[in-house]
Nanobody
Framework: QVQLVESGGELVQAGGSLRLSCAASGRTFSNYAMGWFRQAPGKEREFVAAITKAGVTTHYSDSVKGRSTISRDNPKNTVYLQMNSLTPEDAAVYYC???????????????WGQGTQVTVSS
């Protein structure tokens, strides 16, 4: 089992920045690719970003590419999502997830956190 706890979500103004964190415990963190997903009210959960086990390769959705950075610190068992130039369309509950390999679909991830709320004011 891997337990994931997200933090860092808050209310920010449009154009602002935010760094989300996801702390893992349980099994060896570096054995898992990590992903960030988000879900806005009335919408399906969507992929945001993912990173491989060693942090060498990253993948982003078109909606955040160029203004977001996913990174990980394996000794600290933590994955991060830095988001810049936020817009109201970024408002959602953000979830981190752990899986066997890099992927952009929810089905590829086995363990999920409870989520952290990001609100963006216009």
């Amino acid at each position: 089992q891997v337990q994931l706890v997200e933090s860092g979500g808050e209310l920010v103004q449009a154009g602002g920045s935010l760094r989300l964190s996801c702390a893992a415990s349980g099994r060896t963190f570096s054995n898992y690719a990590m992903g960030w997903f988000r879900q806005a009210p009335g919408k399906e959960r969507e992929f945001v970003a993912a990173i491989t086990k060693a942090g060498v390769t990253t993948h982003y959705s078109d909606s955040v590419k160029g203004r977001s950075t996913i990174s990980r610190d394996n000794p600290k068992n933590t994955v991060y999502l830095q988001m810049n130039s936020l817009t109201p369309e970024d408002a959602a509950v953000y979830y981190c997830a752990a899986g066997v390999s890099l992927g952009a679909t929810s089905a590829g991830y086995t363990y999920w956190g409870q989520g952290t709320q990001v609100t963006v004011s216009s």
